[in-house]
Nanobody, 129 residues
Framework: EVQLQASGGGLVQAGGSLRLSCAASGFTFTDYAIGWFRQAPGKEREEVACFSSTDGSTVYADSVKGRFTISSDNAKKTVYLQMNSLKPEDTAVYYC??????????????????????RGQGTLVTVSS
């Protein structure tokens, strides 16, 4: 059974940084895609970023492009989301989802909702103004 555990959230002032981690278990860390979503109170789930191991490519939502960076450490079976220049509108519960299989690849941000599955325990990010 695939389990995804997000961590690293917290309270930070606007302009600050946080690094989130998504640790995967029950998961063979080859041929996969792992992405981050977020959901703020009263709002719909929003795609944030995704990493595809097939070619190491990444996709980012326009709202975070240039500020957030997604990366993967295969040895630790962990995907990270480095978040810089945080804004109050980044406040949300962040969680990760995954897909595994030969050739699995996320080409666009909208494809994240189609390709990725599961929702592990999220981590709360609060950005104060």
């Amino acid at each position: 059974e695939v389990q995804l555990q997000a961590s690293g959230g917290g309270l930070v002032q606007a302009g600050g940084s946080l690094r989130l981690s998504c640790a995967a278990s029950g998961f063979t860390f080859t041929d996969y895609a792992i992405g981050w979503f977020r959901q703020a109170p009263g709002k719909e789930r929003e795609e944030v970023a995704c990493f595809s191991s097939t070619d190491g490519s990444t996709v980012y939502a326009d709202s975070v492009k240039g500020r957030f960076t997604i990366s993967s450490d295969n040895a630790k079976k962990t995907v990270y989301l480095q978040m810089n220049s945080l804004k109050p509108e980044d406040t949300a519960v962040y969680y990760c989802s995954a897909a595994q299989g030969v050739g699995v690849h996320v080409h666009t941000v909208p494809a994240m909702k189609i390709v990725l599955h599961g929702r592990g325990q999220g981590t709360l990010v609060t950005v104060s103004s």
